[in-house]
């Protein structure tokens, strides 16, 4: 099915049960807990493996002069030392494939350079240490400020990278009251608790891959592409993951080279990467370069607004950081310009991490929107309220739900917004000076392409199956709650089956439209199976109801085991895009209210109070989607105050590659945060009438934290984070 109308009254709308919304624990709980959930780096399926061990590049450009691995070889227990040189014939990276260890040329710092395998996980990286690789090391460009004036307009992605409306020159020129500047963002890494990992099995040219991937369908597909296979000829296996936040979207290098070595030894080839490796290996999200200028009336109506954004890539790389692209929708203006630019830069491949677009660039528009409601005199509330579109400015389609302003109206009224004081540095707690923010939050909404297969059988439970994953956002409990509630049998009667690609194809978990597009095929399929059902006991499709494991109609009753029978009914279900993303413009909207301290004698930051406002679709569990907006609030507190993956300018490596120096929010930087989810369903977005949690929360409260410590002590920080250094120098004059 194609989401071409918009959706009628369903089961899920009647929600008989009670299921659809209510806070189940995720039914995955006691196997995790208990250690028997399988993780990538777990399975034994295959018999005893041999281990692999990554030895990546120390030098940040240039090429490979010699590589002697002969030590290596030596080692007791060591199987294959495998390089460049080794390498079978593998597909090319422009028809989607995701070759490893292709020549001698090095790219950027942590490059996979050799692969070696042995009995052991210890023999292996003892054997790696021994390899000895030498180096023609080249200039490399690691900054992306040097590299921005040699920046290129990328190709067009999901959207074009840029757009224009009228003329935003000549009306910023003329407008009374404008904010024309710059902000910068770091590099970020994704830091998900599982690192990658791999156990590659071959059974004669059948290949199965126990990985840890986001989207296992497209993963297949590269995986074939690589090895010059028919997909059919790869299964994957991704059951269950340990975070992933974009770093598992894509094939990495130990899927490859873990495959390669089980096919030339004919062994099960296991690998994992290390937390220092990931950040090399695999992907980070790019910094950013922001110009952002507003243009508005004496009464704060936005007159234009320009939005460019600079980011950068390893060589041959498309992918870019949309910063601008949440901008072409958030708020009215006539004229409107808004691009994006990318530079090459010696560094790690950057792709997605969680909320691409949107997370850093609130983190520019949204402060530069408080910068103008200063200018103007204006409460940041009602400056957007001022600016509130009829429509998608650009697009003229009018959006599917917007709530933006009762998101904001919601939330300030509970956090107390009402008592913030205008001026910087007027509230005083001891040491602390305190003061309030808010932000606006914004992500686009998408459906993607899949499949699913439900079935009952003659003991009455309901088997669902699709190549979805679970990456730890409570995909097994909102689809179990699906199924149950459109075949009328509680939950645990309900077996959902995820992470094959011997299942359905499904669009996987990634840009939060995971639990839409997975859970509008299998909501498809269950209801193809009802009208199997029905039909098996004649009854009338208007007027049967499921409930208690039994079809009813009319005072007359069947179980669903005994319309199973012994061989079971089955039946398909899917869902695609279709003319509604069109004739609609999609979107989660959201309010951030942040209350922080800044300590006049260090410079210190703590955020104090947080309180976010969601309208976000239908709520399938209230529990699993609150988890949801708290992580998304926790990574835009890490972005706001800490996080930033720096790079040395002369070697290109990132400096600080581990846990211990690259920081995330802790526990004690984290005060309890309060979520509130506003009613509503969308029926232009799919038949369950929701919309992506996952990346909203992050949308938009960095931005507010930043505003809160301008309100509280006066300083306003556009290099992003905002840390105690860059307080200090300008706190005495405000304390």
Same mark, same amino acid.
């Given at each position: ?11 899920i ?82 028809v989607?494939a ?35 690789v ?9 900054d ?6 040699a ?15 009228g003329?935003?020159?000549?009306a ?9 500047q ?15 990992a791999?156990?590659a ?22 995986i ?13 296996v ?20 873990a ?26 999200r ?7 200028r ?10 234009a ?8 890539n ?6 870019y ?33 969680r ?33 509130e ?93 699906? @199924?149950?509630?459109? !075949?009328?049998?509680?939950?645990h %009667?309900?077996?959902? #089956?995820? $992470?094959d +690609? ?36 004649g ?14 109609d ?45 300590d ?9 109070r ?5 309208a @976000?679709?239908?709520? !399938?569990?209230?529990?699993?989607? %609150?988890?949801?907006? #708290?992580? $998304?609030? +926790?990574?835009?507190?890490?972005a ?26 802790a ?22 009438k ?28 556009r ?17």
């Amino acid at each position: 099915m194609q989401m071409s109308s918009p959706a009628g009254r369903n089961p899920i709308d009647d929600n008989r049960q009670g299921l659809i919304g209510k806070p189940l624990d995720r039914v995955d709980g006691h196997l995790k807990v208990t250690g028997q959930a399988t993780y990538a780096y777990e399975y034994t399926e295959a018999g005893p493996p041999l281990y692999g061990f990554v030895v990546t590049s120390t030098t940040g450009k240039g090429r490979i002069r010699n590589i002697d691995s002969r030590a290596a070889e030596r080692l007791s227990g060591v199987k294959l030392v495998m390089t460049w040189r080794d390498m079978p014939q593998q597909g090319k990276k422009e028809v989607g494939a995701a070759p490893q260890l292709v020549d001698d040329k090095i790219l950027h710092f942590g490059q996979p350079v050799a692969l070696v395998v042995a009995e052991s996980f210890e023999a292996a990286r003892a054997g790696a240490a021994l390899v000895q690789v030498d180096y023609e090391p080249v200039h490399g460009v690691y900054d992306l400020a040097a590299a921005r004036p040699a920046a290129r307009m990328p190709r067009p992605g999901l959207q074009p990278p840029d757009s224009t409306l009228g003329d935003f020159d000549q009306a910023f020129a003329g407008a009374p009251v404008r904010v024309d500047q710059t902000w910068t963002t770091p590099h970020q890494s994704h830091a998900m608790m599982e690192p990658h990992a791999t156990l590659a099995v071959w059974h004669g040219d059948q290949l199965t891959l126990y990985t840890s991937n986001q989207m296992l369908t497209q993963a297949q597909a590269t995986i074939a592409h690589t090895f010059l296979v028919d997909p059919s000829q790869v299964r994957v296996v991704s059951r269950y993951i340990g975070g992933g936040f974009g770093a598992k979207l894509q094939v990495q290098a130990d899927a490859i080279l873990a495959a390669t070595a089980a096919r030339r030894l004919q062994r099960p080839v296991k690998l994992a990467l290390t937390r220092q490796q990931v950040f090399h290996v695999t992907t980070h999200r790019s910094a950013t370069i922001q110009r952002v200028r507003l243009a508005a009336d004496q009464h704060g109506h936005l007159l234009a607004i320009a939005h460019e954004s600079w980011s950068g890539n390893t060589e041959g790389e498309n992918s870019y950081e949309a910063a601008a692209t949440q901008t072409r929708a958030l708020y009215a203006a006539p004229d409107r310009k808004t691009a994006h630019r990318l530079s090459t830069l010696d560094l790690p491949v950057a792709a997605a991490m969680r909320a691409p677009g949107e997370a850093v660039g609130l983190l520019a528009l949204e402060c530069a929107m408080d910068e103008l409601a200063e200018k103007l005199g204006l409460d940041p509330v009602e400056l957007r309220r001022r600016n509130e579109p009829t429509q998608d400015p650009e697009r003229h389609v009018p959006y599917s739900v917007r709530q933006l302003i009762p998101c904001m109206d919601e939330g300030a009224r509970r956090f107390g917004w009402d008592r913030r004081k205008v001026k910087p540095g007027q509230v005083r707690d001891g040491r602390w000076l305190v003061g309030l923010g808010m932000a606006a939050a914004i992500r686009s909404n998408f459906l993607r392409p899949s499949h699913a297969l439900a079935r009952i059988d003659a003991d009455g439970v309901v088997t669902v199956k699709m190549a979805m994953t679970d990456i730890g956002t409570g995909s097994y409990t909102v689809f179990t709650q699906i @199924a149950a509630e459109m !075949l009328g049998v509680p939950p645990h %009667r309900v077996k959902m #089956l995820l $992470g094959d +690609t011997e299942f359905p194809a499904a669009a996987g978990s990634g840009g939060s439209f995971g639990a839409a597009s997975g859970g509008s095929a299998a909501f498809e399929a269950c209801e193809a199976l009802r009208q199997k059902l029905i039909a098996l006991a004649g009854y009338d499709p208007d007027k049967a109801i499921f409930a208690n494991g039994m079809v009813s109609d009319a005072g007359q009753s069947r179980s669903l085991a005994s319309l199973a029978g012994a061989e079971g009914v089955e039946a398909t279900g899917d869902i695609g895009p279709g003319e509604t993303g069109k004739a609609f413009s999609q979107h989660a909207f959201g309010a951030h209210f942040v209350e922080v301290g800044v300590d006049t004698d260090t410079g210190e930051i703590r955020v104090r109070r947080m309180l976010s406002v969601f309208a @976000a679709g239908r709520i !399938l569990n209230e529990k699993t989607a %609150r988890s949801q907006a #708290l992580g $998304g609030m +926790t990574f835009g507190i890490g972005a706001a105050l800490m996080e930033d993956a720096a790079p040395d300018l002369q070697t290109g490596v990132f400096s600080n590659h581990d846990l211990a120096q690259y920081h995330v929010p802790a526990h004690a930087d984290v005060p309890p945060l309060e979520v509130v989810f506003l009613p509503e369903v969308d029926d232009k977005a799919n038949p369950l009438k929701i919309k992506g949690i996952g990346e909203l929360g992050i949308c938009g409260a960095g931005a507010a934290v930043a505003n809160a410590v301008y309100n509280a002590c006066g300083v306003r920080v556009r290099d992003y984070p905002v840390t105690l250094d860059k307080l200090l120098p300008h706190l005495p004059a405000q304390a």
